[in-house]
Nanobody
Framework: QVQLVESGGGSVQAGGSLRLSCAAS????????MGWFRQATGKEREFVAA????????YYADSVKGRFTISRDNAKNTVFLQMTSLKSEDTAVYYC???????????????????WGQGTQVTVSS
């Protein structure tokens, strides 16, 4: 079982940037596909981005495409989410997730992912 720990959240003004990290312990991430989700207060958890275990493929929600970049450093057992041009609507708790399989049709669904971190708060003020 892998443990995932997110960090890098905080408060930023609209237009600013943040980089989130998701560090894994207990098992290597090199064989795991990784994702980022977010959940705003009173809303359902929604897909943000995903990256294959090799790092060769990435997938984004339309709402963040062109502003967010998911990447990974398997040597450091860490996945990143670089967020730029942040908007107030990006305010949410951000979670990283891990899953052994990769299914482009279902990876947007939270229940597709088997492992989750505890989340990190991102607050964007306008």
């Amino acid at each position: 079982q892998v443990q995932l720990v997110e960090s890098g959240g905080g408060s930023v003004q609209a237009g600013g940037s943040l980089r989130l990290s998701c560090a894994a312990s207990g098992r290597t991430l090199s064989n795991a596909n990784m994702g980022w989700f977010r959940q705003a207060t009173g809303k359902e958890r929604e897909f943000v981005a995903a990256i294959r275990s090799s790092g060769g493929s990435t997938y984004y929600a339309d709402s963040v495409k062109g502003r967010f970049t998911i990447s990974r450093d398997n040597a450091k057992n860490t996945v990143f989410l670089q967020m730029t041009s942040l908007k107030s609507e990006d305010t949410a708790v951000y979670y990283c997730s891990a899953e052994a399989s990769w299914n482009i049709l279902t990876l947007r669904l939270p229940n597709y992912w088997g492992q989750w971190g505890q989340g990190t708060q991102v607050t964007v003020s306008s």
